[in-house]
Structures are given as structure tokens and as C-alpha cells.
């Protein structure tokens, strides 16, 4: 069974531009997260998708970020525009209905110069 | 909000000894998470932990719930350089829909 994947798995802005990173959850998880884990401190969560509705995006830190799950399968998150200290390990994680346990997928690493 | 937190933020530690980190909570939890992230890699899960007084084994790691389910504590017997990373537990948020991260432990091992 293929995991969590990412991508890209690095992406390298300057200020000012747009970058649009990619999950794509294990096969029939309808939960999807975004973390992101800034210079090597905390998890951060983000957003949680159920399906392609939002269930929680208390998380998202201002209006430049935008998070969609078309159709409950893959889902996007755009910064737009990108700052300075948007710059972090961005991860997804997917969770099976009925299990507590969420599989994270390699993260990108966004740089936003 | 929920606040966790965990203690030590490094430990470095010769292989071979023993290895604890600790995480605590300001309110009583319903059940609590422990993830492993390797350097450049991704968290992974480990356990979790729901009934008071829990104490789980995963070969080396010993895991363990608090009695009052305010603090968690992930012991390593007689590290090895493989156990190199971040240990993060993981708390339900306020609303319990989502997960609060801790800050992690990390450890280093030297062979």
C-alpha cells in the first residue's frame, strides 16, 4: 500500500511569489491534515479536511493560505503571497475512519528567500 | 488553548544507557500520542495511550500514562544509535478533533 505523499519535497520562492504544495492521502483515508514545522520547533497543526469538507482550519495562520481537498482525495495548499517566515517543513498526515493512528507523508520544504 | 509541554528539549545520551522524556498537560486528557521524527525524515506514529495508569512496551520503548492522565513518559532502555531523533507526544486539542504537538525531545546517541 503506497503512503502519504508529498510534493514538491522542496521548493525554493522568493517573497512575494506563489507556491502550491500537493498531498496525496493513503488510498480511502477521509481525513487529511497539513502541519508545519518551522526551524526545528513545534508541529504545528494547520487544517483538518474530512472528506473534501474543512473540518477545522483554526490553524491557518492568515488569509495568504488557501487549503482544498476537491472530490476528498488529494488536496492543495497555496500561499499567497509567500512571506519571509512562511518558510518551514509543510507535512499532510492521513487518518482511516475508526483509527487513531495518522501517517505522515515526507513534508516539503519550503524556503521563501 | 492546550498547552503541553515536554521535557528534556535535548538529551544526549552514550550508547548503551537509558533515555526518558516526559510530556505534561495543563488539563486532563482523554488519551495521548507519542511520534518519532528522524533527522530530515517525517513524524512517525508510535503509540497511544487512552486508560489511566497505562503502561505499554514496544521492544525497548516503554510508554506510560499518568495516573490523574495529565502527563505521559516514553523510557528507551539501553539506547542504540538508531533511536537517534525527535520524540514528540501529541495531546487532543480543546475540542478533541485535532492533535496539539508538543515541542519533542530530541536525543542524540553517541556510539
Known amino acids: 500500500e503506497a503512503g502519504v505523499t508529498q510534493f514538491p519535497s522542496h521548493s525554493v520562492i522568493e517573497k512575494g511569489q506563489t507556491v502550491t504544495l500537493r498531498c496525496d492521502p493513503i488510498?480511502?483515508?477521509?481525513?487529511l491534515y497539513w502541519y508545519r514545522r518551522v526551524m526545528g520547533k513545534e508541529i504545528k497543526f494547520l487544517l483538518h479536511?474530512?472528506?473534501?469538507?474543512?473540518?477545522?482550519e483554526s490553524g491557518m495562520p492568515n488569509n495568504r493560505f488557501l487549503a482544498e481537498r476537491t472530490g476528498g482525495t488529494y488536496s492543495t495548499l497555496k500561499v499567497q503571497p509567500a512571506e519571509l517566515e512562511d518558510s518551514g517543513v509543510y507535512f499532510c498526515?492521513?487518518?482511516?475512519?475508526?483509527?487513531?493512528?495518522?501517517?505522515f507523508g515526507p513534508g516539503t520544504r519550503l524556503l521563501v528567500l | 488553548g492546550q498547552q503541553v509541554m515536554q521535557i528534556p528539549q535535548y538529551q544526549h545520551v552514550q550508547e548503551g544507557e537509558d533515555f526518558t522524556t516526559y510530556c505534561n498537560s495543563s488539563?486532563?486528557?482523554?488519551?495521548i500520542q507519542w511520534y518519532k521524527q528522524r533527522p530530515g525524515g517525517h513524524p512517525v506514529f508510535l503509540i497511544q495511550l487512552v486508560k489511566s495508569g497505562e503502561v505499554k512496551k514496544q521492544k525497548r520503548l516503554t510508554f506510560q500514562f499518568g495516573e490523574a492522565k495529565k502527563n505521559s513518559s516514553l523510557h528507551i532502555t539501553a539506547t542504540q544509535t538508531t533511536d537517534v531523533g525527535t520524540y514528540f507526544c501529541?495531546?487532543?486539542?480543546?475540542?478533541?478533533?485535532?492533535?496539539?504537538f508538543g515541542p519533542g525531545t530530541r536525543l542524540s546517541v553517541l556510539p
Open positions: 488539563t486532563t486528557l482523554s488519551n
Open positions: 479536511f474530512v472528506k473534501e469538507s474543512k473540518q477545522d
Open positions: 498526515a492521513s487518518r482511516a475512519f475508526g483509527s487513531e493512528t495518522q501517517y
Open positions: 488510498s480511502g483515508h477521509d481525513n
Open positions: 501529541a495531546v487532543p486539542n480543546n475540542y478533541g478533533q485535532n492533535f496539539v
